[in-house]
């Protein structure tokens, strides 16, 4: 299977180790990765802040850049969300116009769905909670599959996160233009994620775990925010940290 | 023809008004507390029926298929009304509505009206127009008697009163109403007594009452309102003369077509299985009821509003707020921020519809003042797709915009560095260096308008080595 890795523009510029990852993760279960260097940005931050035209320039990149591969795979519900649910009508002249948008999956999607597999072979023995980030949850409807991988992952203790399905107020740049609610949001999850006392604060999404982490860590509670690639991708052999 | 009224005058645009809202601590320890508990049982109510899922769809569909020929349907609901002894007057905004129902209250000799609970009226700004005319307005809906005497603004769709708790409405009932016991507590029975002991005696000589409307249907003519505490069936029972304002979209073709909205309305709005009231009538009846029934039908923007493909889908909406009781923003700065009298998910993708001014900065603030989360969709019964709404709202935002802003400098930016791998990587490196700011992996302050994020949240340091930068030394 031809997979194609989309990083997404945040992870490859900030979050790197999420996409190292994802790539180890995905070529340990067997699969060719691909990383088309073309790529950048799948355009959701101009879309949702109302930049429109330029939104649909960059989709139509996306649909020009991933138009060949059997499946690309996003470390990102949000952004796999924005591909899948936004593209095809933003996409006008790449054909055939949905190609790639169907055949974009969020990582747990297309490990559980496409490769079949819960139990991905990993190690991490941590106290982790899950908080599922609101576009995995309700715009491509990830569900229990997370939760499912994270189970089956040997020494992990997973503790169940109170409130979990509500915000964490990131919103794209509803944290900048709403700061003072987003941060009343982002208050209450913290609070919530405390209480559960785990050691790491894992997601889908690496731009609610920047929101929720950099308010841990200007809190100084000492709860890390881990990508769910990277303790998918931990093994005994390779534990997380992985080595770049 | 764009809506009038809906929102007040003066409000600020909402991260200002919000920014307020949320240093009133008390108005949020209420909030949590009554949405937190309406959106479980909301839940509970909904998971009893097993086809749920269908209902929704099925109500959606009812409503567009309403919607798509509203002209027929409201041409068949006059026809109906007139022949069943009923007058329909055609208003196009705000002042005209009010207009025909003073002149009508003016006709009836009466300086007093009693209220049923009525979206379209406080659209409208009713009770002022009545009062500037000389009519004294009176809620009977015990949450909108609690906003009116408290002189306040409502805050939600169905309990206008949701931001205050009970010691502040004995408060307001030991200060603005003239029945009440001076050693009036703040037991729930005993302020139910209160209200009603004050508004019997206003029922019993009110001789024009005036109503909104859940639903109407055109087969018949027959108008529908559901509430839970009696008051609407004594309005609309009482008095000699009823008038009913509704905004046009609440038309439906058949009866059949209320046995899928009657079921998705109560259990959405107050969790329950069926409101205690549900009042229909049709025209009028000789010996029982009003006699003289006017029925207003409001445009104020609607019209407008269903022109636009994205948009129009907000017409669907059954007023059952479960949108506001599930949004986080909502819970956190109430519904007083939003300006309008719809506030919430569904007031930011309503009010600057009916309004239709985005070059005006609160109208403009609406569709911002979400985080795009989803949760107002997944409880929408009518399947309202609520975000999408918002997303389309706000490039229309951006449309309207005259002249160059920071944002759209910086977007515009963005975008030339994201169309080109080569830019994209060049700000990488750059940006790299940002990481020289940071202490122990972490920066606690940008300048503006980074500083929006830095005031609550730190950033982490951006890596030596981006992902491309990683994949094309191992792997290039």
């Known amino acids: 299977?031809?997979?194609?890795?989309?990083?997404?523009?945040?992870?490859?510029?900030?979050?790197?180790?999420?996409?190292?990852?994802?790539?180890?993760?995905?070529?340990?279960?067997?699969?060719?990765?691909?990383?088309?260097?073309?790529?950048?940005?799948?355009?959701?931050?101009?879309?949702?802040?109302?930049?429109?035209?330029?939104?649909?320039?960059?989709?139509?990149?996306?649909?020009?850049?991933?138009?060949?591969?059997?499946?690309?795979?996003?470390?990102?519900?949000?952004?796999?969300?924005?591909?899948?649910?936004?593209?095809?009508?933003?996409?006008?002249?790449?054909?055939?116009?949905?190609?790639?948008?169907?055949?974009?999956?969020?990582?747990?999607?297309?490990?559980?769905?496409?490769?079949?597999?819960?139990?991905?072979?990993?190690?991490?023995?941590?106290?982790?909670?899950?908080?599922?980030?609101?576009?995995?949850?309700?715009?491509?409807?990830?569900?229990?599959?997370?939760?499912?991988?994270?189970?089956?992952?040997?020494?992990?203790?997973?503790?169940?996160?109170?409130?979990?399905?509500?915000?964490?107020?990131?919103?794209?740049?509803?944290?900048?233009?709403?700061?003072?609610?987003?941060?009343?949001?982002?208050?209450?999850?913290?609070?919530?994620?405390?209480?559960?006392?785990?050691?790491?604060?894992?997601?889908?999404d690496n731009s609610c775990l920047m929101h929720i982490g950099g308010g841990l860590s200007r809190m100084r509670v000492g709860v890390r925010p881990v990508h769910l690639a990277e303790i998918l991708a931990s093994t005994e052999e390779e534990p997380w940290p992985a080595p770049a | 023809m764009a809506g009038t009224g809906v929102t007040w005058l003066g409000t600020p645009t909402f991260p200002k008004a919000a920014r307020a809202a949320l240093g009133d601590t008390q108005l949020r320890r209420n909030l949590r507390k009554a949405t937190h508990t309406i959106r479980d049982k909301r839940a509970a109510a909904v998971a009893e029926l097993a086809d749920w899922e269908r209902l929704r769809a099925a109500g959606a569909a009812i409503k567009d298929s309403a919607l798509a020929n509203l002209d027929v349907h409201l041409e068949r609901l006059e026809a109906a009304v007139t022949a069943r002894g009923g007058v329909v007057h055609w208003a196009r905004d705000a002042d005209e509505a009010n207009a025909i129902v003073l002149r009508l209250v003016r006709a009836a000799g009466a300086d007093e009206v009693v209220k049923v609970k009525s979206m379209a009226t406080a659209e409208i700004g009713l009770n002022e127009a009545l009062l500037a005319g000389g009519v004294r307005p009176v809620e009977t809906d015990l949450?909108?008697?609690?906003?009116?005497?408290?002189?306040?603004?409502?805050?939600?769709?169905?309990?206008?009163?949701?931001?205050?708790?009970?010691?502040?409405?004995?408060?307001?009932?030991?200060?603005?109403?003239?029945?009440?016991?001076?050693?009036?507590?703040?037991?729930?029975?005993?302020?139910?007594?209160?209200?009603?002991?004050?508004?019997?005696?206003?029922?019993?000589?009110?001789?024009?009452?005036?109503?909104?409307?859940?639903?109407?249907?055109?087969?018949?003519?027959?108008?529908?309102?559901?509430?839970?505490?009696?008051?609407?069936?004594?309005?609309?029972?009482?008095?000699?003369?009823?008038?009913?304002?509704?905004?046009?979209?609440?038309?439906?073709?058949?009866?059949?077509?209320?046995?899928?909205?009657?079921?998705?309305?109560?259990?959405?709005?107050?969790?329950?299985?069926?409101?205690?009231?549900?009042?229909?009538?049709?025209?009028?009846?000789?010996?029982?009821?009003?006699?003289?029934?006017h029925l207003v039908l409001l445009d104020n923007g609607r019209t407008d509003a269903l022109a636009d493909e994205v948009g129009r889908q907000a017409l669907r909406c059954i007023r059952c707020s479960a949108c506001l009781n599930s949004c986080p923003v909502y819970e956190r700065t109430g519904g007083q921020a939003y300006g309008s009298v719809y506030p919430g998910p569904i007031g930011a993708i309503l009010t600057p519809q009916l309004l239709g001014d985005l070059s005006d900065p609160q109208q403009a603030s609406l569709p911002y003042a979400s985080s795009l989360c989803g949760a107002c969709f997944e409880v929408c019964p009518v399947r309202i797709d609520i975000p999408r709404v918002l997303v389309h709202l706000r490039s229309k935002v951006v449309a309207a915009k005259s002249g160059a802003s920071p944002e759209a400098a910086a977007m515009a930016a963005l975008g030339w560095i994201m169309r080109d791998p080569r830019r994209f990587e060049a700000a990488q490196r750059a940006g790299s260096l940002a990481r020289l700011l940071a202490r122990q992996g972490r920066i606690s302050r940008l300048p503006w308008p980074g500083s929006r994020w830095t005031s609550a949240r730190d950033v982490p340091a951006p890596p030596r080595e981006s992902f491309r930068a990683w994949w094309r030394r191992t792997r290039g």
């Open chain 1, 1 to 204: 299977m031809r997979v194609a890795l989309f990083a997404t523009c945040l992870t490859d510029t900030l979050f790197p180790t999420t996409a190292i990852a994802a790539t180890r993760l995905l070529e340990r279960l067997g699969c060719r990765v691909e990383f088309p260097l073309d790529q950048t940005c799948c355009g959701q931050m101009h879309l949702n802040t109302g930049y429109r035209a330029e939104a649909a320039q960059l989709a139509e990149r996306y649909a020009a850049i991933f138009a060949g591969y059997d499946a690309v795979v996003a470390p990102s519900g949000s952004c796999a969300g924005m591909v899948r649910e936004f593209h095809p009508e933003l996409v006008t002249t790449s054909p055939p116009r949905n190609a790639a948008a169907r055949n974009t999956y969020e990582l747990s999607e297309f490990l559980v769905d496409v490769l079949g597999v819960t139990d991905v072979g990993a190690y991490f023995p941590h106290r982790v909670t899950y908080h599922p980030t609101c576009h995995s949850l309700r715009m491509i409807g990830v569900g229990d599959r997370p939760l499912r991988l994270l189970s089956a992952v040997r020494g992990l203790d997973l503790i169940d996160l109170p409130e979990a399905e509500t915000c964490c107020g990131f919103g794209g740049t509803f944290a900048v233009k709403n700061a003072e609610v987003s941060t009343a949001m982002l208050a209450d999850k913290m609070r919530c994620v405390a209480e559960t006392r785990a050691e790491v604060l894992t997601a889908g």
């Open chain 2, 143 to 293: 949450a909108e008697l609690i906003v009116q005497l408290g002189r306040d603004r409502p805050s939600h769709i169905l309990v206008p009163a949701i931001h205050r708790n009970r010691a502040e409405i004995r408060e307001i009932f030991r200060r603005e109403m003239p029945s009440a016991s001076p050693g009036l507590t703040d037991d729930p029975r005993e302020l139910a007594d209160a209200a009603r002991h004050h508004l019997r005696l206003k029922f019993l000589s009110a001789r024009v009452a005036v109503s909104g409307a859940n639903f109407a249907v055109a087969d018949t003519g027959s108008v529908v309102v559901v509430e839970s505490e009696g008051n609407g069936r004594m309005c609309l029972t009482l008095p000699e003369t009823l008038i009913t304002v509704m905004g046009i979209e609440k038309v439906v073709p058949s009866w059949r077509d209320l046995e899928v909205l009657l079921q998705l309305l109560p259990r959405s709005s107050t969790a329950e299985r069926m409101n205690p009231y549900t009042s229909v009538w049709t025209g009028v009846t000789p010996g029982d009821g009003p006699r003289h029934f």
